[in-house]
């Protein structure tokens, strides 16, 4: 009898420690990230545990040229903890689906990260961004 609760209890902490490994954070939108020519669209974040992914941040969405005549590429600016941005290029005149996870490899998980989208003009003018979102560990 003693073996039979052994088991099943040992069964029971397996199965639940899996059940918890498996909870993530959920999904949240990002909010509107829109510059003239460029556009994240369907966009949406979330907070990797600590364990996980480095604690990552978390970001996709479909990055779309909206300046379908321009020829200018876009991209998107990703940074946290106030390190410098990670760029995610995007393609000209089509939308580009991005999945990217940003951490600081300093620390067990990030806390703090800034997103937002931008139109590149060339050389001789400035990229044209769209405003800085910031979002926060809750």
Not at 28 to 43: D, F, R, S, W, Y
Not at 98 to 117: P, Q
């Amino acid at each position: 009898m003693r073996k039979i609760t052994a088991a099943v209890l040992t069964a029971g902490l397996f199965f639940g420690g899996m059940g918890a490994a498996v909870a993530e954070s959920a999904w949240q939108n990002t909010g509107l990230l829109v510059t003239g020519g460029a556009e994240l669209k369907n966009g949406s974040y979330k907070w990797e545990d600590p364990g996980k992914m480095r604690g990552a941040f978390h970001i996709k969405g479909a990055l779309r040229d909206t300046g379908l005549s321009d020829n200018h590429n876009i991209y998107l600016q990703v940074k946290v903890h106030g390190y410098g941005w990670n760029r995610f290029d995007g393609t000209q005149k089509k939308s580009v689906w991005l999945d990217r996870i940003v951490y600081d490899g300093a620390t067990r998980y990030t806390n703090s990260a800034e997103v937002r989208v931008c139109q590149n003009r060339g050389s001789l003018r400035p990229d044209n961004c769209s405003f800085t979102k910031q979002y926060k560990r809750p």
